[in-house]
């Protein structure tokens, strides 16, 4: 009796996991199977399948450079974010100091405050500053609301760390910079990797934020709201999916390489 | 500053001491400057002008308390809807979101990552794209209303979406991996051992969940639900797609206020009240839930 009630809990978190990921991806799957949609104008009824969306990805105006201005930013913005996150994840995860509070409140706040309000204030701030709202200042505010995620997630990479390897390191006379270089780095690196795919995904999908600040210029997001009320072409489909797409085989890929490593 | 600091003999040290400030210094000033000082000068625009009576004559400037409390009172609606549908879209996540992560964590094996990177591959996507997904799947063309229809549940004349339950699963659904990882990564530092401990002590699986799991993924819970809820509360995304006139959120009328009406000292002044109400919320919650460093 024991033994079949263990093995039904067992199997009711397997059923309950694959209806959580049926539930994640039933929308992009709509997504995908709607990519291949012979559409006329809107892209809301089923009229055929045809390759020609995806032959043409390009085919709407403003779509292709729309997605470019989104990888630019999430690119630049990750980078920049992920440098600085670490930064300060080292800083905090690794060294004592005075005003650690404050810091971790500033840490904080950007992850408290919604996201209009993160935009509502920038867009304020850059209205009184008479900044030109477009390409960079999306950027500056994406870096913005990066930074404490890479921090958090940085920062529970270096707390999970066993602090006998660096002593190991050190009695086996390593000086600090090599201790660091050879060992903590390295160890640390697989959160930072982490790290920064949060902050390009979080980057990638912005729509409150980059909406406030962007000014002229379109992200890949912006130009789907601003598509959605006339209809949208099956290409924003084709996008959606090839980017999903994408994402899942370097991921996969990344997993099979670093699996072959481990047993070579 | 002081004379050891700055004695060459101790020059190691005070190396040591700066280098945390050296760390800091750059990703600190970015937030001070993006997020600090806006942060200050919206709360300096929101008394731009009196609120209550605004005379375009004199151009006199309101009062705080003044402003605040008329830009939350002429908006109560929208912000109790807000703060309700945000709640329970947070519940509803949670109940998917916590098996999830359980699985991934404990039942997953080498397949770990790859699961992980499943719950984040949604962003790429794109946030609206998966919204206006949402509202096809379920609209009157969709496949869940066909079906619906065929089986009589379901008339010509009604919908599913256009209405507070749309908004509701749209916000849990679009906010469910921000749910999923916190929960995860507490989940994951549970060791194994501690799991069979409790079983050989003769307690059946529900009871070690009770008594081992649970409390030892409450920190999860905590970020999970607090990650959920705040940009659920703050979206007007979902309730513009998913929802009808009825269903207006804080964020919806901010948004308004702020691009299409150009009221920036009402829309300053609600988006400071929202924040407050949030922090104030937020501070509640970890005080009740008891975690101390939540970043």
Known sequence: MKK????????????????GF?????????????????????????????????????????????????????LIATFVATILGTLIAFALGRYAFKGRPAVNTLIFLP??????????????????????????????????????????????????????????????????????????????????????????????DDFIITNFNSGTVETFPLFVYHNAERGLPAQANVIGSSMFLIALIIVLAGQIVSRKRKIA | MNATVASPVKKPRSRKIAMPYLLLLPGMLWLITFFLIPILTLVKT??????ANYDPTTGATGSFWGNFWYAFRT?????????????????IALCIAYPLAYGIAFKAGRWKNVLLVLVVAPFFTSFILRTIAWKQILGQQGPVFRLLL?????????????????????LSYNFLP???????????????????????????????????????????VVAGTLLTFIPAAGDYVNAEILGNPST????????????????????????????????AIVLFYISRAGTEELV
């Open chain 1, 4 to 19: 079949l009630s263990r093995w039904f809990g067992k199997n009711l978190i397997r059923i309950y996991m694959v209806l």
């Open chain 1, 22 to 74: 049926t539930y994640l991806f039933i929308p992009i799957l709509y997504t995908i199977v709607f990519s291949f949609n012979d559409y006329i104008k809107s892209n809301l009824v089923w009229r055929g399948f045809t390759w020609h969306n995806w032959q043409t990805p390009c085919g709407v105006p403003n779509i292709c450079s729309d997605l470019g201005n989104s990888l630019k930013i999430g």
């Open chain 1, 111 to 204: 992850m408290a405050s919604p996201e209009l309000v993160l935009g509502a204030s920038l867009l304020t701030i850059f209205i009184n500053l008479g900044f030109n709202l477009g390409f960079w200042t999306i950027v500056i505010a994406h870096v913005m609301f990066c930074i404490s995620f890479v921090v958090v997630t940085v920062k529970a990479r270096i707390a999970s760390l066993d602090p006998r390897l660096e002593q190991a390191a050190m009695d086996l006379y390593a000086n600090e910079r090599e201790t660091f270089r050879r060992i903590t780095f390295p160890l640390v690196a697989p959160g930072i990797a982490g790290a920064a795919l949060l902050a390009f995904s979080l980057s990638f």
């Open chain 2, 46 to 51: 929101s008394v731009n002008m009196d609120l």
């Open chain 2, 75 to 91: 908006h109560e609606a929208p912000f109790a809807r807000s703060f309700i549908y945000a709640l329970a879209a947070t519940l």
């Open chain 2, 150 to 170: 065929d089986l009589h549940l379901v008339t010509y004349q009604s919908h599913i979406t256009a209405s507070a339950g749309a908004v509701i699963a749209g």
């Open chain 2, 178 to 220: 921000f749910m999923t990882l916190p929960l995860y990564s507490s989940l994951e530092r549970i060791d194994p051992r501690t799991l069979e401990a409790s079983g050989d002590l003769y307690a059946n699986a529900f009871t070690t969940f009770r008594k081992v799991t649970l409390p030892l993924s409450l920190p999860g």
């Open chain 2, 248 to 279: 207006t959120m804080i964020g919806n009328v901010i948004n308004a206020q702020f691009l299409r009406t150009s009221n920036y000292t009402l829309a300053a002044a609600l988006s400071f009240v929202f924040m407050v109400i949030i922090i």
